[in-house]
């Protein structure tokens, strides 16, 4: 079981990526998923989550307007929309999926991700 979230890199204040979650070895179709981030010197902090079937959705409130969640669950993959990019969303940016298909958050709530893939780095320069 593999999570791997891609997409990062550098851009100016304003920009915009889309990072993108694949899955391997298991569907993550019947998963809630969630973007977490950490930055340097601060703790991770939850940005996004979505439920398996993308019909709801969290946003922190620093990226809401700005970032949007979504996912192609016929790719095996979830997607994080970012767009009018800021400095303070440097960070590297993380994917997970909880123990139990049952399992959505709704929050920044992290305890219950038990699949985490390696982080993409995200960096947004003034």
Not at 45 to 73: A, H, Q, Y
Not at 77 to 89: A, F, G, H, I, R
Not at 95 to 107: D, K, M, T, V
Request: charged share 15%; hydrophobic share 30%; glycine share 14%.
């Amino acid at each position: 079981v593999q999570l791997q979230a891609c997409g990062g890199g550098l851009v100016q204040a304003g920009g915009s990526l889309r990072l993108s979650c694949a899955a391997s070895g298991f569907s993550l179709g019947a998963y809630a998923v969630g973007w977490f981030r950490q930055a340097p010197g601060k703790e991770r902090e939850g940005v996004s989550c979505i439920t398996s079937s993308g019909g709801s959705t969290w946003l922190t409130d620093s990226v809401k307007g700005r970032f949007t969640i979504s996912r192609d669950n016929a790719k095996n993959t979830v997607y994080l929309q970012m767009n009018s990019l800021k400095p303070e969303d440097t960070a590297v940016y993380y994917c997970a999926a909880p123990r139990s298909h049952y399992y959505y958050s709704g929050s920044s709530d992290e305890s219950g991700m038990r699949y985490w893939g390696k982080g993409t780095q995200v960096t947004v320069s003034s």
